[in-house]
């Protein structure tokens, strides 16, 4: 075969059923780019409307891209398409995990890997390059994450990088990861690999990622977008005041600064000035145990770590030692939300009534511990508030067989003791009892016991879909309808940071605004939080680039808490950054001269077939009514105030339609039902997708 | 770092006597990394003179520092080699990144590695002291000790890629590339190695032997 550059151009397919392994090349889906849009169109191509996501006819794709394992920053992330079991409809999504496995997919000469079909005994998936083999996993089964990989990693040797699953996803519960280096989780596809017993994959790649371009221009471009880099989120101004800097935020996840540690290293490392132009601190600059946990967390970093060729380490290494008394490991790592859920289950709060103290600093790192070893998912932190609604209304008390009733720990919980959670996540991993529904997802528990419909209005409980079940992430609080359209877009929650990463940069808002008035055409695309306008033609167009980039990232794979580089901590610079980064780095990897405009392009292919999917699999072109609703409390929070003054981020409803009708426009979707129409899907080089549809009469 | 900056650095270094006396007296109790204490072991001394006079400096690694992003491994070939290729790379953090050196163990959980103790040791070359595993193992002669830096190199023309030295490195640093069939090795990037320079925690540093004992005896800790 002749040299591949940027992809490795082949795609690996397992039959579990027949046990047939095969290749095939990359290159009749490159208009997809790889990662999320190579899942999508092989989801479109082969799993038929009606497959429910445990069917054996469900398959599971593992997606690299063509920038994944050329070592440019923040190109470790790997994505995994199929359908998801908390969703009602089991409408497709994908979901993705940082660390190494994808660059090592990538190593071995695989772009991506298709699962299909179902083994009858426990398996798992051995892959040496070329050499694949479906291996016997009746040892495996039954065994946490963690040991899971360390054996994988026993029989391949080093240099293994292993995905797996844990117990919740062998027992098919809804809320199941898939997991690779320790702390990292895709979540909700674990249960398909369960149904399908394929336990784990165990990857060691020894090739090389070739790139098409001269490699000291790669070199100077890989240098050039060091210097436009920013902390975690790419924020690009620090927390506090430093020597160097012209702004400072205490929200800025860059905390890094004199006398703040990695306090658990020996001997501990100073986090130091880290200024902008030093490529020796980039990793130094988000010390992110202090930012999740606060100051008690900063004795107990280790050290920062995360993903393959990412210089900016997000997920805290700690060293908690009370786990052991739990029978954990006392060594922990996780980020944000892998911290967060477990504290979302302790509903009663912690013992010492201390959000940030020693009890909640150890309950959520026991939880992390729980949720990544049996394999967990929280639905972005969804799980808590749903135990939350059934504790507090009383139906647990309802629902519950009385012995089951009496054998939760409820005492512990009351009392903010962490170890309720060690019950609580087995109950969930292993479906024990009538408790473990609240492993199904917010619309299938809230369904089977009957929720009231405040369950849907009440803010407290922060559902943003009522139709799909899925919660707030970074919705109408951030960056008013742009936030709130981003959310309504997909079938799970949104996983978009585009937008959040800029308005969360640190910079002052009339900064933003003029940066974004030269991105977005005018200052208007951004809102002044907490003092919205009504929706206009440059939030939609905001919108649509932040989901354009997103799927991009999700394709390429770049990792999109970090990418696009809208913003930069240089002064010198105005804080622009450059956001043709992406498509300067693909052409050099791939030697195809991609512009911004063509590879954003491929982005709003790949967006408008997700789209495409959720029409053909819901059997409606009505997306508007059907899949794009918002919760009522989005409307009707801050019951005394009228959208559009100063000090709530409420939406107003008649507001919301129109931004719905501006963003479909944008899109090129049917301005009425939000549909992809048929001359759209003819210009993005869909019209296989545009026939398939109108023979199912779903064209608008 | 410029051409004179360069000049500079090799002209600080000590001599190799000096560096030996050192390493033979005052390494027992000293706190350093499992990489370093490798290093001062291949170093016991002998004041014989031979064709392989001793490297004037090093590229050593503080595992307290890496965070292993591997970001070392792929600069290292994309610099050298035009490619993205850790297999080849001539700093080793992938091999130790989940487990720590040699794998999993039963109790790994408190070993080194990301599912352990959380400690990440990148490897790095030692450029031995003569006799030169690699050198002594090359039937080409093909590794020699380049003329500034005492760095061992291999001569790519010379290199026939059959192996031999990769198998005879007592570090399992050297690399055969089946793609071009040659070997690679470390050769500290002519003086100023692109991984050091790139490292985004400071976790690799490109250290005159002076330096390495002043630090140790000053800090107990290599960059501390």
């Known amino acids: 075969?002749?040299?591949?550059?940027?992809?490795?151009?082949?795609?690996?397919?397992?039959?579990?059923?027949?046990?047939?392994?095969?290749?095939?090349?990359?290159?009749?889906?490159?208009?997809?780019?790889?990662?999320m849009g190579f899942g999508y169109r092989i989801m479109w191509d082969e799993v038929p409307v009606g497959t429910k996501p445990f069917d054996a006819e469900n398959k599971v794709i593992f997606g690299a891209g063509p920038l994944t394992g050329t070592g440019m920053p923040c190109s470790g992330r790997t994505n995994i398409t199929s359908l998801l079991p908390s969703n009602p409809y089991h409408l497709i999504t994908d979901s993705h995990m940082g660390g190494h496995f994808s660059p090592a997919m990538k190593y071995a000469g695989w772009d991506a890997i298709i699962i299909e079909g179902a083994?009858?005994?426990?398996?798992?998936?051995?892959?040496?390059?070329?050499?694949?083999?479906?291996?016997?996993?009746?040892g495996l089964w039954g065994k946490g994450t963690f040991d899971t990989t360390a054996e994988v990693t026993k029989m391949m040797g080093d240099n293994t990088h292993v995905a797996c699953i844990g117990q919740a996803g062998e027992n098919m519960v809804n809320l199941a990861t898939i997991m690779t280096g320790k702390s990292h989780s895709a979540g909700g596809h674990g249960g398909i690999l369960g149904s399908k017993k394929l336990k784990?994959?165990?990857?060691?790649?020894t090739k090389p990622v070739n790139i098409a371009g001269d490699r000291s221009e790669w070199i100077e471009l890989d240098k050039y977008m060091m210097s436009l880099i920013g902390a975690n989120n790419q924020h690009v101004v620090p927390n506090s005041p430093q020597p160097w800097a012209e702004y400072h935020n205490p929200g800025s996840r860059w905390t890094g600064k004199e006398g703040l540690y990695w306090g658990g290293a020996n001997p501990p490392v100073e986090t130091g000035v880290c200024d902008p132009h030093d490529m020796n601190s980039v990793g130094l600059r988000t010390q992110k145990g202090v930012f999740d946990h606060g100051p008690l967390a900063e004795d107990l970093t280790v050290r920062m770590g995360g993903c393959q060729a990412c210089p900016v380490r997000c997920h805290s290494q700690l060293k908690v030692s009370k786990l052991k008394d739990y029978g954990f490991s006392e060594y922990i790592a996780n980020t944000c939300m892998g911290y967060f859920s477990p504290g979302g289950i302790m509903i009663k709060g912690w013992s010492d009534g201390e959000g940030r103290g020693e009890?909640?600093?150890?309950?959520?790192?026991?939880?992390a511990s729980l949720a990544d070893d049996y394999g967990v998912w929280c639905n972005y932190g969804q799980i808590g508030r749903d135990f939350k609604y059934a504790y507090e209304k009383g139906i647990l008390e309802k629902v519950l067989p009385k012995d089951e009733y009496d054998s939760i720990p409820w005492d512990k919980l009351e009392a903010g003791d962490p170890e309720f959670l060690v019950d609580f996540y087995r109950r969930i991993a292993f479906k024990e009892g009538e408790l473990s529904h609240l492993g199904e997802g917010a619309s299938w528990v809230s369904k089977r016991w009957n929720f009231g419909e405040d369950f849907y209005t009440d803010n407290a409980y922060k559902i943003w879909s009522p139709q799909m079940g899925f919660p707030v992430h970074h919705s109408n609080e951030a960056?008013?309808?742009?936030?709130?359209?981003?959310?309504?877009?997909?079938?799970?929650?949104?996983?978009?940071?585009?937008?959040?990463?800029f308005t969360g940069s640190g910079l002052p808002i009339e900064l933003q605004r003029e940066i974004a008035g030269e991105v977005w055409g005018s200052p208007d695309a951004l809102d002044i939080p907490k003092n919205y306008t009504p929706m206009n033609e440059y939030k939609a167009k905001f919108a649509k680039w932040s989901i354009v980039r997103n799927v991009l990232h999700d394709s390429l794979t770049l990792c999109n808490w970090m990418w696009p580089m809208t913003l930069s901590p240089l002064k010198e610079r105005g804080y622009r950054g450059d956001t043709s980064l992406e498509s300067k780095f693909l052409t050099l990897a791939t030697g195809i001269n991609f512009t911004e405009a063509e590879l954003d392009l491929a982005g709003e292919r790949i967006f408008t077939l997700h789209r495409a999917m959720t029409v053909k699999q819901m059997g409606t072109i009505d997306m508007r009514n059907q899949h794009d609703r918002i919760a009522d409390w989005v409307f009707d929070d801050d019951p005394d105030v009228k959208p559009f003054t100063e000090g709530t981020d409420k939406l107003d409803r008649e507001d919301m339609e129109l931004a719905l009708t501006m963003f479909y426009k944008e899109m090129g979707w049917d301005e009425k039902t939000g549909a992809p129409t048929k001359e759209t899907l003819v210009r993005l080089g869909l019209s296989d997708v545009a026939d398939q549809l109108a023979e199912l009469k779903l064209l608008p | 770092m410029s051409h004179e900056e360069k000049m500079g650095f090799w002209e600080k270094t000590s001599n190799r006597r000096e560096f030996l006396k050192f390493s033979g007296k005052t390494v027992a109790g000293v706190t350093v990394s499992a990489t370093l204490?490798?290093?001062?072991?291949?170093c016991q001394d002998t004041a014989s003179v031979s064709g392989f006079p001793l490297?004037?400096?090093?590229?050593?690694?503080?595992?307290?520092?890496?965070?292993?992003?591997?970001?070392?491994?792929?600069?290292c070939t994309m610099n050298n080699d035009g490619k993205?290729?850790?297999?080849?790379?001539?700093?080793?953090?992938?091999?130790?990144y989940n487990f720590g050196p040699g794998g999993p163990k039963n109790d790994f959980h408190n070993k080194a590695g990301n599912y352990g103790n959380l400690e990440i040791i990148p490897d790095t070359c030692q450029q031995c002291k003569d006799p030169v595993p690699c050198a002594e193992a090359c039937p080409m002669e093909a590794i020699y000790a380049e003329e500034k830096t005492g760095t061992r190199v291999v001569d790519t023309e010379k290199c026939v890629g059959c192996g031999m030295c990769a198998s005879q490195c007592p570090f399992k640093m050297i690399t055969v590339d089946e793609d071009e069939k040659k070997a690679k090795k470390c050769f500290l990037c002519d003086g100023d190695p692109s991984c050091a320079k790139m490292c985004p925690t400071a976790a690799l540093k490109l250290v005159p032997w002076k330096e390495v004992h002043a630090t140790i005896q000053k800090n107990k800790h290599l960059f501390a």
């Not at chain 1, 083994?119 to 009746?138: F, G, R, T």
């Not at chain 1, 009890?359 to 939880?367: C, E, H, I, P, S």
């Not at chain 2, 204490?37 to 291949?42: A, D, E, F």
């Open chain 1, 1 to 35: 075969m002749s040299k591949a550059y940027g992809w490795a151009g082949s795609i690996l397919r397992v039959n579990l059923t027949t046990g047939v392994i095969s290749a095939e090349e990359t290159s009749k889906y490159k208009n997809y780019i790889g990662g």
């Open chain 2, 37 to 42: 204490l490798s290093l001062l072991t291949g």
């Open chain 1, 479 to 501: 960056a008013s309808q742009v936030g709130a359209l981003i959310s309504c877009m997909f079938n799970r929650d949104a996983q978009c940071h585009t937008h959040i990463n």
């Open chain 1, 200 to 205: 784990a994959i165990g990857i060691r790649g």
């Open chain 2, 55 to 75: 490297a004037t400096g090093l590229l050593i690694s503080d595992s307290t520092r890496c965070s292993g992003c591997r970001r070392c491994e792929t600069i």
């Open chain 1, 119 to 138: 083994s009858d005994k426990p398996v798992w998936l051995k892959i040496e390059n070329d050499n694949v083999s479906i291996e016997d996993a009746s």
């Open chain 1, 359 to 367: 009890v909640a600093l150890l309950g959520r790192t026991l939880g």
């Open chain 2, 84 to 96: 993205a290729d850790p297999n080849i790379a001539r700093v080793k953090v992938g091999r130790n």
